[in-house]
């Protein structure tokens, strides 16, 4: 993979020192390629620090903190036509050697739009991050159960762990957009991230429609990262928790369209809304819990 084609897009959102940790995995394995962070409202500086002290890098400014996918799009519509491939990654990523090289390898076929790495949680286990497009039913099932019964049907048909396992690359329904390889071409082709999920299930929504489309998402396993993940989460439980329902409710709203499906969806949007309530209590009261 011609590196020169590459253009790396992290979100930025008050990122914290995890950001230096990202930047310097990336210039270990491709020392000044070309950076665009796309700021939705930091107040702790380090992104402009960051783009200040760091080659080869620009710093975009979104006004009123659009959400995550329409960050990204930002990013990815300013970018020079020399770059036809892009890495998305979120600022808490930190690459593994060689993880850009294999993912570079796994996205040459022609009808691949898409690849995502192995990804490790902050104790090193692997994140099932190469997952079945959620139906209706094994939605409503892995919501449902999955605390009180993680190794339902339902969640097991969803997660697919097994394939993030795999020691070879394989096609998936879709791909975890905590670290993505996408080409240019194909995410142009769809209209990128949807802008109407402000976080979450954006890339669940693009695997789909790169499916729709007729391209394939692949997970790459020759190339690992790992992903602290859940900062923001945990500062502003509430929040990202509505969001979380709320591009849920989205995401099976415009994969199942049909007039004759309404009521099924009227179904799945009540019983959201009452997980929620009952997800909202149980952070507030860990947040609680562990605050200092």
Known sequence: MNLDSVAVVVVTYSPGPVLDAFVASLDAAAPGIH??????????????????????????????????????????????????????????????????????????????????????????????????????????????????????????????EERSHASEPVATGWLSGACLLIKRDAFDAVGGFDDGFFMYFEDVDLGRRFGVAGYHNVFAPGATVSHIGGSTTSRYPERMLRAHHESAYRYLRNKHPEWWKRPALWVVRLGLAVRLRLEVRRALREHRRVAP
């Open 35 to 160: 950076l665009v962070l796309s700021d939705n409202g930091s107040t702790d500086g380090v992104p402009q620090r960051v783009a200040a002290e760091r080659d080869n890098t620009a710093l975009l400014v979104n006004p009123d903190n659009p959400g995550y996918g329409a960050a990204i799009n930002a990013a990815v519509a300013q970018l020079a036509p020399q770059y036809s491939t892009v890495l998305v990654c979120n600022s808490d990523i930190e690459l593994h050697p060689g993880a850009l090289e294999a993912l570079g390898d796994a996205v040459r076929p022609d009808d691949v739009a898409c690849v995502g790495p192995r990804i490790l949680d902050a104790e090193g286990s692997v994140y099932p991050s190469a997952r079945r497009l959620p139906s209706i039913r094994d939605g409503v099932g892995h919501a449902l159960f999955v605390r009180a019964w993680p190794r339902n049907p339902w969640t097991r048909r969803y997660l697919q």
